[in-house]
């Protein structure tokens, strides 16, 4: 129930004006510290990462956040109906303006004042996303793969097909006859106001088992832990999620599964970087190579390529591989560019003859621009 919730961004540890990026920074921070691999057997732990992954649910999407921020837990509940309340029924087209007067009736008499429904007991209801996490190598998100992940998520319970009885008998209601709610008239002010309240005898649910299945305890449903296949598209970035449609939770009253949500998150990789769909990495190369060019192997996605440098190459500079980067998500065949720099290496550890060399060499070279310059305005610093 919405009263035993905390408020979402209270689970984030955001405030209520958080940007997209800090709401999924915080939740990427809070679905690592809770998660149940990281927790095994670990029961709040658990909780806490299914509370995480609803709050996140609900503040990622725009529409979801916008209604949780004007009507709090009820805006975004399956039956939420932004339209209704007020005073209805009887008194003959309600009163549009006085919606506060709905909540404080409801507060009296558990329900809006008229006699309203607020929802059928036995409609369809679709079943709640799950959420899980998967870690994949640079190369895997790049080119994509097929992976298993394990969720946890709500089954019908395969004991009793998910009808809560152990013998198959389900009984209608004799309270409410079905539909899960019950109607009383009470005086408030002087007043007689109608209110509708979940049947006391059948719990809101319309029907009334005699015989609990004894593994799912008459609720018809079960907890369980499944592996589920995963395929992940090519052009994956990190903190991207993978839907996989009708993995979730199942279903009420025949309505359909809820999806998995996987979370992407990519290792380090020990040579390459990406910055959108372009693979960035560095390249020793000698102080020989850079003075007079060469032709270097450069390490790509697609293995080792050959590229010529041209003499007198600075250290820092940054050579472009077209189409060697990463594909595009949904449309494999455009890749970004590797972006390539060259590091001019030092030599360590020279012999006195390699020295000898290198001081001649120095002798005889025109002193660069750059360092004319450089000179030149220190010069004019301090005289």
């Not at 709040?44 to 992954?53: D, S, T």
């Not at 008239?185 to 109608?194: A, D, I, R």
């Not at 040579?271 to 693979?279: A, G, H, K, N, P």
Request: a positive charge; proline letters at 4%; one cysteine or more.
């Amino acid at each position: 129930m919405a009263e035993n919730k905390r408020d979402y961004y209270e689970v984030l540890g955001v405030e209520k004006g958080a940007s997209a990026d800090e709401i999924k920074r915080a939740y990427r921070k809070a679905a690592m510290k809770y998660h149940p691999d990281r927790n095994p057997g670990d029961k709040e732990a658990e909780e806490k990462f299914k509370e995480v992954g609803e709050a996140y649910e609900v503040l990622s999407d725009d529409d979801k956040r916008s209604r949780y921020d004007q009507f709090g837990f009820a805006g975004v509940d399956p039956n939420f109906n932004p339209g209704g309340g007020g005073f209805g029924g009887g008194f003959g087209g309600g009163f549009s303006g006085f919606g506060d007067f709905g909540d404080i009736f409801s507060e009296f008499f558990g329900g809006g004042a008229g006699g309203g429904s607020r929802g059928t007991a036995n409609a369809p209801r679709r079943g709640e996303n799950v959420m899980s996490r998967l870690e994949l190598t640079f190369e895997e998100a790049a080119f994509g793969c097929e992976k298993e992940v394990s969720a946890q998520r709500i089954e019908n319970c395969a004991v009793c097909n998910g009808t809560g009885s152990a013998d198959g008998v389900i009984e209608t209601c004799s309270t409410c006859r079905g539909s899960g709610q019950v109607r009383t008239t009470q005086n408030f002010m002087g007043m007689q106001m109608q209110s509708t309240a979940a049947c006391p005898k059948c719990g809101g649910k319309g029907k009334v088992i005699k015989t609990p299945c004894n593994t799912c305890k008459g609720k018809g449903k079960v907890r369980r832990t499944q592996k589920i296949k995963v395929k992940v598209p090519a052009g994956v970035d990190e903190g991207q999620s993978v839907r996989v449609r009708s993995e979730g939770c199942v279903g009420s009253n025949g309505g359909p599964n809820g999806d998995l949500l996987v979370e992407i998150y990519i290792k380090r990789h020990a040579i390459f970087s990406r910055q959108y769909l372009d693979v960035l990495c560095e390249v020793p190369i000698t102080f020989t190579q850079a003075a007079l060019g060469a032709e270097i192997q450069v390490p790509t996605l697609d293995g080792k390529v050959p590229y010529t440098i041209p003499e007198g190459t600075q250290t820092g500079t940054t050579f472009t591989l077209s189409g060697k980067g990463i594909p595009e998500v949904n449309n494999p065949r455009r890749r970004g560019n590797q972006r390539f720099t060259v590091v001019v290496e030092t030599p360590t550890r020279l012999t006195k003859e390699q020295k000898e060399l290198l001081r001649q060499l120095d002798g005889t070279l025109e002193e660069s621009p750059k360092r004319k310059k450089f000179f030149e305005s220190i010069k004019d610093l301090f005289d």
